[in-house]
């Protein structure tokens, strides 16, 4: 038999594309924000978490680049832009002009890569758990009560915020190895041992593993936080952080007050911010 000669087709022309660092400030990012004629909408969470990182000094060039087409189209960073006017701020970047016009739909469809991959990145273990718990803890700090998913703290944030307090590494590990026998999410699990730990270490795990515990005496808060768990877990399947979040603290401060209450009321009209318990 002979051989089959398959032939490959010959690659294009070397592309004659330009490649700069330019120091991008507000004036010129909106004189480019001018030759956005083809991009998609404005992620609005997006260009307020660089903003934050430009006006802090944390922006850092990686390679992504501000992209032009060949007649002058801005065809990739408006988000990035519109966070430099956003900031106030000068930032360097890498910008590419002389791009086909027709490379626009291979644009930024990639996976972002998430703070858990930076964890696993940097040799952490419990990356999953430690990331959200990071991430949640940074939102208490910040006074934001209430998990609404409208605070999106960015990696370099979340970054600083790790290590700035190592100890939350404890309570994602004690969260790990409580999970598989809590109705509760990890992520309340965690938050509830961190914010407790500033209190009292040594308590804050004895109530936390007590929660996930059916055999905690009657009347004892834990056990009333159990049971009310379980009620929410019955009566609609998934647990709403930010209540069980509110509920385990309720429960905390009953047990530092050696109280044995009953039952656990949410305020009426809900949670909020102003409203939400605070850890004693």
């Excluded at 590419?96 to 972002?112: F, N, W």
């Excluded at 858990?116 to 009560?145: F, H, K, P, Y």
């Excluded at 041992?193 to 834990?222: C, K, M, N, Q």
Aim: net charge positive; charged share 25%.
């Amino acid at each position: 038999m002979s051989a089959q000669i398959i032939s490959m087709p010959e690659p294009d022309p070397k592309p004659n594309i330009k490649v700069e660092i330019t120091l991008v400030t507000p004036d010129l990012a909106e004189a480019w924000l001018g030759k956005n004629t083809k991009n998609r909408n404005l992620v609005r969470k997006n260009i307020a978490k660089f903003a934050r990182d430009m006006k802090a000094g944390a922006w850092r060039m990686n390679g992504e680049a501000i992209k032009f087409a060949s007649d002058g189209t801005l065809l990739d960073g408006q988000n990035r832009l519109h966070a430099v006017i956003a900031s106030g701020a000068s930032v360097w970047m890498m910008v590419i002009r002389e791009l086909s016009a027709d490379v626009m739909p291979t644009l930024d469809t990639g996976k972002s890569r998430s703070f858990a991959n930076v964890l696993q990145i940097d040799g952490e273990g419990n990356t999953s758990s430690l990331a959200a718990l990071v991430r949640r803890a940074l939102m208490w700090d910040a006074g934001q009560r209430t998990n609404t998913g409208q605070v999106s703290p960015t990696i370099n944030e979340m970054q600083e915020f790790l290590e700035g307090n190592p100890e939350i590494r404890t309570s994602a590990e004690v969260a790990r190895k409580l999970q598989s026998r809590s109705l509760l999410p990890g992520s309340v699990l965690g938050l509830s041992h961190w914010l407790f730990s500033a209190i009292d270490p040594d308590a804050a795990t004895w109530f936390v593993a007590r929660v996930v515990d059916e055999d905690v005496p009657t009347g004892h808060p834990a056990r009333v936080l159990h049971r009310r768990i379980v009620a929410m877990r019955l009566a609609g399947g998934r647990i709403n952080e930010t209540e069980a979040l509110a509920l385990t603290i309720r429960a905390w401060n009953a047990y530092r007050r050696g109280e044995t209450p009953r039952k656990f009321q949410m305020p009426k009209g809900g949670l909020t911010n102003d409203n939400f318990p605070e850890p004693q």
